[in-house]
């Protein structure tokens, strides 16, 4: 039914992030493949809401989380995943697992820092909001002519009551589920940077 709990696209979101940040901060649960990647897939709906800015993101967002995906038919963790990708020396290959899981990492960061950009601001232009998420998460790791066409796509942004009318939000619910998927995505994005730093893979590639 138009406008039920299952049109909520943020709630969504929220609530399949809530057990892996429990995961996260369990101190030794080691997370899994399956639930990370199908919680990061709800998250691909609000990358189609934006637009043409970050319509690179989303198609290559959503290719990633689908391996991922497919990956978690026969690998059970994300710490097996990335120690097989070790052991094949193909970490840093185009179409690695670890690297793909390096880049949807990077996308849930991207819309934590929008998130937290878009509680805090007022007015309903969404600009402000999403150039400082790209610049914090995504800028340091695209060339010049990406970085050109994002700022050109940035005018053609929805408004804030715009996304909401899309998600199906009005500002007070929006600004509940997005400050749950801040607290909640922080400790992911932390537990897997740990994951790469324990093993000097580094997280800047």
């Known amino acids: 039914m138009a406008g039920g709990r299952e ?20 101190g ?40 991922l ?15 097989l990708d070790i052991q094949q020396d193909c970490v840093r290959q185009g179409g690695s697992h670890t690297r793909n899981l390096l880049r949807v990492k990077r996308g849930v960061d991207m819309v934590r820092v929008l998130f937290e950009e878009i509680i805090k601001s007022d007015g309903n232009s969404l ?8 610049e914090k998460v995504f800028a ?16 053609a942004l ?5 996304l909401l009318k899309r998600l199906n939000e009005d500002e007070g619910s929006a600004k509940v ?14 537990y897997i940077e740990e994951l790469f730093n324990s093993r000097q893979l580094g997280i800047d590639w």
């Open 7 to 26: 049109d909520k696209a943020l709630r969504k979101i929220a609530a399949s992030f809530e057990p892996l940040a429990e995961v996260a901060t369990s």
């Open 158 to 162: 929805p408004s804030k009551s715009q």
């Open 28 to 67: 030794g649960v080691a997370m899994e493949v399956g639930p990370f990647s199908h919680a990061c897939a709800h998250v691909s709906v609000l990358f189609g809401c934006l637009g043409i800015a970050f319509k690179f993101a989303e198609k290559d967002y959503v290719s990633k989380v689908d391996d």
């Open 69 to 83: 995906i497919e990956a978690s038919k026969s690998i059970t963790t994300l710490n097996d995943m990335i120690e």
């Open 127 to 134: 600009k402000d909001a999403a150039s400082v998420a790209y």
């Open 140 to 155: 340091p790791h695209h060339g010049w002519a990406i970085r050109k066409a994002v700022a050109a796509g940035m005018y």
């Open 177 to 190: 589920e997005m400050q749950s998927f801040v607290r909640t995505s922080g400790p992911v994005i932390q």
